[in-house]
């Protein structure tokens, strides 16, 4: 008879689904709504904008905008964007100090603290008194609003049975397409930027109080012995799921005798001292840094492409939702190797595809400004149905004991793209947004084909040891 696991017991003890699991979940995809708008709240509190230099005291710059209250322009333009690359940076620092700080004290602590944090951030952000002041609090922010966002998504995986982990970045990912919508209505409603970011931040206050409500991972009481917490924990999901708790005790203790046979703990550079895995690891590397840069160099930039920058920035959060719907139905029918492949090259044919309505007009017109925004939108809807789909394949092509942390190290390598991406805006200006497109386009391609040197996962056994792992990733 096959041992049971954890997960297994988990399940009959506490059911796959129910209101334990339900209020966990939807609290996790409306906290996600706050990533999408502190992320890329900046097309609209520091937008592109028309000046001349030739007096540096004038004050052509008109609204209540980050370049305006900080004098950024001139000399001083890029501080914009750097405080934008600064607040991806504070991102990718976070995921991996408060990913340690929740495997030591615990999913919830971290998550009480981090929200408390991004709070005081946003409402020292929306307060600062100079461009230093609000670059530091933007890194800040950056860096606990990331913690937060990865533990969110630690404490829902480990809360659910297997069979919904698989679509569960996907499903997410719902709450920052909400975040991504909601934004240019709450822009446009408050020009204002510290009237916007107050509008963004308080309502967080909501969500720190409903933790309350929320509970400790209960992999994370069991990976810590938690005997006491974790029956106390048992007691009140079964309660809200309506399952019976018949001969749990024993089941309590069966996870208790397994602990003492888990796997030994590996690291990243044990993958990297394996062969194909380091292959895979590299790939995964520039898949993840090119997903990320394309999708916020388009999505921070999308008013540079004409048109009213309101319109453009809800269009483009509207074609989030198809975008996810399209991944959860292609991840079940399609190898995950030629679908993102396939996405990948779309994406780049498409931002290339936008290139002639730039490059053959000096005017901008209907004619010439609806299709680059179609089709720089197009371009978006791949990369950003890519972005979806990478989540779950990188996590199937890593074993269970590095699982974690090959994922982690692939988001820092998405964190470096996000921070480059900002920086679009300027090389826009010196260069034209035909370069920028080319770069894109030439970058996605280039993804597209180092992709097709990676496994196909779809249909294989996910491994849980490194040679597993190895045989896994020599399959071609």
């Given at each position: 008879?096959?041992?049971?696991?954890?997960?297994?017991?988990?399940?009959?003890?506490?059911?796959?689904?129910?209101?334990?699991?339900?209020?966990?979940?939807?609290?996790?995809?409306?906290?996600?709504?706050?990533?999408?708008?502190?992320?890329?709240?900046?097309?609209?509190?520091?937008?592109?904008?028309?000046?001349?230099?030739?007096?540096?005291?004038?004050?052509?710059?008109?609204?209540?905008?980050?370049?305006?209250?900080?004098?950024?322009?001139?000399?001083?333009?890029?501080?914009?964007?750097?405080s934008q690359?600064?607040?991806?940076?504070?991102?990718?620092?976070?995921?991996?100090?408060?990913?340690?700080?929740?495997?030591?004290?615990?999913?919830?602590?971290?998550?009480?603290?981090?929200?408390?944090?991004?709070?005081?951030?946003?409402?020292?952000?929306?307060?600062?008194?100079?461009?230093l002041?609000?670059?530091?609090?933007?890194?800040?922010?950056?860096?606990?609003?990331?913690?937060?966002?990865?533990?969110?998504?630690m404490?829902?995986?480990?809360?659910?049975?297997?069979?919904?982990?698989?679509?569960?970045?996907?499903?997410?990912?719902?709450?920052?397409?909400?975040?991504?919508?909601?934004?240019?209505?709450?822009?446009?409603?408050?020009?204002?930027?510290?009237?916007?970011?107050?509008?963004?931040?308080?309502?967080?206050?909501?969500?720190?109080?409903?933790?309350?409500?929320?509970?400790?991972?209960?992999?994370?009481?069991?990976?810590?012995?938690?005997?006491?917490?974790?029956?106390?924990?048992?007691?009140?999901?079964?309660?809200?799921?309506?399952?019976?708790?018949?001969?749990?005790?024993?089941?309590?203790?069966?996870?208790?005798?397994?602990?003492?046979?888990?796997n030994?703990?590996?690291?990243?550079?044990?993958?990297?001292?394996?062969?194909?895995?380091?292959?895979?690891?590299?790939i995964?590397?520039?898949?993840?840094?090119?997903?990320?840069f394309?999708?916020?160099?388009?999505?921070?930039?999308?008013?540079?492409?004409?048109?009213?920058?309101?319109?453009?920035?809800?269009?483009?959060?509207?074609?989030?939702?198809?975008?996810?719907?399209?991944?959860?139905?292609?991840?079940?029918?399609?190898?995950?190797?030629?679908?993102?492949?396939?996405?990948?090259?779309?994406s780049?044919?498409?931002?290339?595809?936008?290139?002639?309505?730039?490059?053959?007009?000096?005017?901008?017109?209907?004619?010439t400004?609806?299709?680059?925004?179609?089709?720089?939108?197009?371009?978006?809807?791949?990369?950003?149905?890519?972005?979806?789909?990478?989540?779950?394949?990188t996590?199937?092509?890593?074993?269970?004991?590095?699982?974690?942390?090959?994922?982690?190290?692939?988001?820092?390598?998405?964190?470096?793209?996000?921070?480059?991406?900002?920086?679009?805006?300027?090389?826009?200006?010196?260069?034209?947004?035909?370069?920028?497109?080319?770069?894109?386009?030439?970058?996605?391609?280039?993804?597209?084909?180092?992709?097709?040197?990676?496994?196909?996962?779809?249909?294989?056994?996910?491994?849980?040891?490194?040679?597993?792992?190895?045989?896994?990733?020599?399959?071609?």
């Amino acid at each position: 008879m096959k041992q049971q696991t954890v997960r297994h017991v988990l399940t009959d003890i506490i059911g796959e689904w129910g209101l334990w699991q339900l209020n966990i979940v939807v609290f996790a995809i409306s906290l996600h709504i706050f990533m999408a708008i502190n992320s890329l709240s900046v097309a609209f509190y520091a937008p592109t904008i028309k000046y001349w230099c030739a007096d540096n005291n004038n004050n052509t710059i008109i609204g209540d905008v980050v370049n305006n209250q900080f004098h950024l322009i001139c000399d001083r333009q890029g501080l914009a964007s750097l405080s934008q690359s600064l607040y991806m940076f504070g991102r990718a620092l976070g995921g991996v100090i408060f990913g340690c700080l929740s495997d030591r004290f615990g999913r919830i602590p971290i998550l009480g603290l981090t929200l408390l944090l991004e709070i005081m951030a946003g409402l020292s952000s929306a307060l600062a008194i100079n461009i230093l002041q609000f670059t530091i609090a933007r890194t800040v922010l950056g860096f606990v609003a990331n913690g937060r966002y990865l533990c969110t998504i630690m404490l829902v995986t480990e809360c659910l049975d297997s069979k919904y982990r698989v679509h569960l970045g996907i499903v997410l990912s719902f709450g920052l397409s909400m975040g991504y919508c909601l934004l240019p209505g709450i822009a446009y409603l408050l020009p204002n930027f510290r009237h916007m970011i107050l509008a963004t931040i308080i309502p967080e206050f909501v969500w720190l109080l409903w933790l309350l409500w929320i509970p400790e991972s209960p992999r994370w009481l069991i990976a810590n012995r938690q005997w006491n917490r974790l029956e106390r924990l048992v007691r009140q999901a079964v309660q809200m799921n309506s399952v019976s708790i018949n001969d749990w005790q024993n089941q309590i203790k069966l996870l208790i005798s397994q602990q003492n046979n888990e796997n030994k703990r590996s690291y990243i550079w044990d993958v990297l001292k394996s062969p194909n895995l380091r292959r895979t690891t590299l790939i995964m590397f520039f898949t993840w840094f090119v997903n990320a840069f394309v999708y916020y160099g388009i999505s921070l930039n999308i008013g540079d492409f004409g048109g009213n920058l309101f319109i453009n920035f809800l269009v483009a959060g509207l074609i989030e939702f198809p975008s996810i719907l399209l991944a959860l139905v292609a991840l079940k029918y399609i190898g995950r190797r030629p679908l993102v492949a396939g996405l990948m090259y779309a994406s780049g044919l498409s931002c290339l595809a936008v290139i002639p309505f730039i490059s053959t007009t000096t005017t901008t017109t209907t004619t010439t400004v609806w299709p680059r925004i179609t089709i720089a939108l197009i371009g978006k809807f791949f990369i950003g149905c890519s972005f979806n789909i990478i989540y779950p394949y990188t996590a199937e092509v890593y074993p269970t004991v590095v699982r974690q942390v090959g994922v982690a190290t692939c988001s820092v390598a998405a964190r470096v793209g996000s921070m480059i991406a900002p920086f679009v805006k300027e090389l826009n200006v010196y260069t034209g947004m035909s370069v920028v497109l080319t770069i894109f386009g030439s970058l996605s391609i280039a993804d597209g084909v180092s992709v097709h040197f990676l496994p196909e996962t779809r249909g294989q056994q996910i491994a849980d040891t490194i040679d597993e792992a190895e045989q896994l990733n020599s399959y071609r």
